[in-house]
């Protein structure tokens, strides 16, 4: 949990000032999946979704950034994911 603490305190906007992510919590979104790669996946491709259009799983979000919107769906377990079986070639 801490290298995700700082890879997340690691953002600076324009100004040089820390952003980090604080609703839904890192520890709260790490708990809805199995990695933080899938976190990082999963919403962004589901920021690309509601970027062209896609449609909206919760009536309230906290924020209006796709990406966001995305997280606050993952916390509230709205999207779900499944992970494919790994295939051996021989």
Known sequence: MKKLKILLSQNKNKKG???MITEPSAEDLLDKVDS??????LSARRARHIN???YKLLDVYKSKKPISMSLEEIA???????????V???
């Open 76 to 86: 509230k377990r709205k999207i779900t994911y499944k992970k494919n079986q790994k």
């Open 17 to 19: 000032v820390d952003i």
């Open 88 to 90: 051996r070639v021989k």
């Open 52 to 54: 062209v259009g896609g």
């Open 36 to 41: 933080i790669y899938t976190l990082v996946i």
